[in-house]
């Protein structure tokens, strides 16, 4: 079973960066599509980012251009860098994976996940 760990949140104001970080153990996640999603209070989870096997990409459109998923394999990492943010990134980022080498962006897509870090973004 893999565990994810997220961390890299924090307060930030607008304009600003942040580089969250994935860290899994428990087995190699070279082979699964990972994504981040976010959850803001009072609204449902949703799609972020995500990233197959292969290393090709999806991102949501109110983030694109703005941020980047990455991993590192060697590492059992998986990034998101975050610019120009908005207030309306305000919320929890959670780290997720599949058992399954490409993404999709519904949550229920994905098999494990982190326990979310929360990214506070000032206007």
């Known amino acids: 079973q893999v565990q994810l760990v997220e961390s890299g949140g924090g307060l930030v104001q607008a304009g600003g960066s942040l580089r969250l970080s994935c860290a899994a153990t428990g087995r190699s996640i070279s082979s699964s599509a990972m994504g981040w999603f976010r959850q803001a209070p009072g609204k449902e989870r949703e799609f972020v980012a995500a990233?197959?096997?292969?290393?090709?990409?999806s991102y949501a459109d109110s983030v694109k251009g703005r941020f980047t998923i990455s991993r590192d394999n060697a590492k059992n990492m998986v990034y998101l860098q975050m610019n120009n943010l908005k207030p309306e990134d305000t919320a929890v980022y959670y780290c997720?994976?599949?058992?399954?080498?490409?993404?999709?962006?519904?949550?229920?897509?994905?098999?494990?996940w982190g326990q979310g870090t929360q990214v506070t973004v000032s206007s």
């Open positions: 997720a994976g599949r058992n399954e080498p490409w993404y999709g962006s519904r949550w229920r897509q994905y098999d494990y």
């Open positions: 990233i197959a096997w292969s290393g090709s990409t």
